[in-house]
């Protein structure tokens, strides 16, 4: 077996899946969390990850009164970003619930010699339906009969990349947009679980069809 492969987490909100991450990776040894970066100072997140004893980085985007533009701004976020350790020594960006998009600036860092690059992002529906930041929500206000998730590369695009691995779940006619998401993030959670099992040997990009 080679060497572990080490990863980063970006997460920005309440952190289950970054916390689910952490469990399954607890039981394969070829993977070694580096830590977490977040974006947002109050997310439920920290508090998992202490828990767990997962080290944190709180990276906000910088103030935007320093900038002209968001553009600039985006790019000063992501210099911070690249100049953690963590993310110097890092093979792999796990995406968690980080509800920001990618400059090619902190693209570029993770990119293969293939064109394609090292950071995967859950994402609450069946791309490319309901891409965007309320997955559930526009699923299940849309009427679906059928919704799942999408563990997919990351890539210039809002949710765009390559697809790995999806699954499904049905609507139930009772459902709620409460219990449709509930439904949907135990899905995440074993989703995900498999892509990890993949990093081991680099099978994850075979998964591309
Ligand atoms: C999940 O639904 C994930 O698919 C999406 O953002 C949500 C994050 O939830 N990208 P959590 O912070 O992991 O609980």
Redesign the pocket.
């Known amino acids: 077996m080679g060497s572990k492969k080490k990863i980063v987490l970006f997460?920005?909100?309440?952190?289950?899946?970054?916390e689910n991450i952490v469990k399954v990776a607890q039981d394969l040894e070829f993977i070694e969390i580096l830590g977490l970066i977040c974006d947002k100072a109050n997310a439920?997140?920290f508090a998992r990850m202490e828990k767990l004893g997962i080290a944190c980085a709180h990276i906000p985007l910088p103030a935007k009164e320093q900038f002209e533009s968001s553009e600039q701004r985006r790019v000063a976020h992501e210099q911070a970003i690249l100049s953690h350790e963590w993310v110097k020594k890092c093979d792999w960006a796990l995406?968690?619930?980080y509800?920001r998009l990618m400059t090619p600036l902190l693209l570029n860092h993770f990119k293969r010699e293939d064109g394609l690059y090292q950071m995967i992002?859950?994402?609450?529906s069946l791309l490319p339906s309901f891409a965007g930041v309320d997955?559930?929500g526009d699923a299940f206000r849309y009427g679906v009969k059928v919704s799942g998730?999408t563990v997919h590369l990351v890539d210039e695009g809002m949710d765009s990349g390559p697809i790995l691995l999806q699954d499904v779940f049905k609507r139930e006619s009772k459902d709620t947009l409460e219990s449709f998401k509930s439904r949907?993030?135990a899905l995440?959670y074993e989703v995900y679980a498999k892509a990890l099992k993949h990093l081991n040997d680099d099978t994850l990009l075979s998964l591309i069809n």
């Open positions: 997460a920005s909100g309440s952190g289950s899946n970054a439920g997140v995406l968690a619930g509800m992002n859950i994402h609450p997955g559930y998730c949907g993030m995440e």
